[in-house]
């Protein structure tokens, strides 16, 4: 079964990890854009009214993306990286679920982050894709082998069929 690997990476972090993912398993990789690309002023977490930290504050927030392109409908694994914002997915990834239909397709999370770890993702992002299984998978910050990769995304695919 092909996998997908979709990610967004604000600073270039989690795309170096999507990649080193895409190609341990031999999946397609896509990358979610926001129409407006994030500034380091935006990302000032230490800066209530930073983009971000605004973006995070309200739960309703949708950043517009910068296309909907994403070929999901070929696939029935998804990995799904981030940067953890706020103990959780940055709601550009609600974004980004709300825009296709993932009904009966396994969503795998995966995550970079400076110090925390995948947190409240899962819930906060399964109303946004309706009749998909969204599971938690794992931190994949430092350096990671391609066959550890490759084993860990085995391992959290088989679990899913």
């Known amino acids: 079964m092909k996998a997908f690997v979709a990610y967004f990476s604000a600073t270039g972090t989690t795309a170096k ?6 190609k341990a398993v031999g999946a397609d990789l896509y990358e979610i854009k926001p129409a ?10 230490m800066d209530k009214r930073s983009r971000s930290s605004m973006e995070m ?9 910068a296309d909907t392109d994403a070929p999901v409908a070929g696939y029935d694994v998804i990995f799904l990286g981030f940067p953890i914002w706020w103990y959780m997915a940055p709601t550009i990834i609600n974004s980004f679920l709300e825009s296709y239909d993932f009904s009966g397709k396994t969503i795998i999370l995966f995550a ?16 946004s894709a309706p009749g998909a299984r969204i599971v938690d998978g794992r931190l994949l910050n430092g350096r990671l082998s391609e066959n550890e990769l490759k084993s860990w995304a085995e391992k959290m695919n088989l679990g899913g069929n």
């Open 17 to 22: 990890a999507a990649r080193t993912l895409a």
């Open 36 to 45: 407006i690309s994030y500034t380091s002023a935006d990302l000032n977490w």
């Open 112 to 127: 970079t982050s400076g110090g925390s770890g995948l947190g409240k993702s899962a819930a906060g992002l399964r109303p």
């Open 57 to 65: 504050n309200d739960k309703h927030s949708r950043p517009a993306l």
